[in-house]
T-cell receptor, first 116, second 113 residues
Framework: AQTVTQSQPEMSVQEAETVTLSCTYDTSESDYYLFWYKQPPSRQMILVIRQEAYKQQNATENRFSVNFQKAAKSFSLKISDSQLGDAAMYFC?????????????FGTGTRLTVIP | EPEVTQTPSHQVTQMGQEVILRCVPISNHLYFYWYRQILGQKVEFLVSFYNNEISEKSEIFDDQFSVERPDGSNFTLKIRSTKLEDSAMYFCASMRDGSYEQYFGPGTRLTVT
């Protein structure tokens, strides 16, 4: 069974500082995708960053980067130079690339507060 | 930028009643999904829909649930006889063919009393 665990229900960071959100997952698959989604208050979830399991290089999108440790089944998100607009719920998610399905398995989320 | 929309934003219903939650996916997307999130719990997959049929469903998606794409734009989730435990936020998502990214709607909060 696929499970995704986010052990930090809440995190806070000072504006302009760096914060790391943790995520671990459990799977027997060798090929899969990992995602971080952001859900601002009263807004829809949007994709922040994704990582393909076959890629060794960690994904980076501007101020967002991941630390993907396949052997440890760990996928953390680092937000650099935090901004007030980064305040949101962050969900780690996983899926198997399979034709016709592609459903996501989510963690319970981490609520990030950015302190001015 | 195109967005997935959902209506209503909040639905209150009595136990045993039928509800229909509506979604308008992004127009050129071919994969459609429903997820739900019970308050304080994780987002859970319910069902995926592709080529006018269910492609996968979870254990949650029992006979009380059904999905439909009645026309070229809407994608609906029907719960035939709601239970208290159906109270949750329901998210619709869509994805275009060949992509990895699911686009989510803002959700419908369903409250069953």
């Amino acid at each position: 069974a696929q499970t995704v665990t986010q052990s930090q229900p809440e995190m806070s960071v000072q504006e302009a500082e760096t914060v790391t959100l943790s995520c671990t997952y459990d799977t027997s698959e060798s090929d899969y995708y990992l995602f971080w989604y952001k859900q601002p208050p009263s807004r829809q979830m949007i994709l922040v960053i994704r990582q393909e399991a076959y890629k060794q290089q960690n994904a980076t999108e501007n101020r967002f980067s991941v630390n993907f440790q396949k052997a440890a089944k760990s996928f953390s998100l680092k937000i650099s130079d935090s901004q007030l607009g980064d305040a949101a719920m962050y969900f780690c998610a996983y899926r198997i690339p399979r034709t016709g399905a592609n459903n996501l398995f989510f963690g319970t989320g981490t609520r990030l507060t950015v302190i001015p | 930028e195109p967005e997935v929309t959902q209506t209503p934003s909040h639905q209150v219903t009595q136990m045993g009643q039928e509800v229909i939650l509506r979604c308008v996916p992004i127009s050129n997307h071919l994969y459609f999904y429903w997820y739900r999130q019970i308050l304080g719990q994780k987002v859970e997959f319910l069902v995926s829909f592709y080529n006018n049929e269910i492609s996968e469903k979870s254990e949650i998606f029992d006979d009380q649930f059904s999905v439909e794409r009645p026309d070229g734009s809407n994608f609906t989730l029907k719960i035939r006889s709601t239970k208290l435990e159906d109270s949750a936020m329901y998210f619709c998502a869509s994805m275009r063919d060949g992509s990895y990214e699911q686009y989510f709607g803002p959700g419908t909060r369903l409250t069953v009393t």
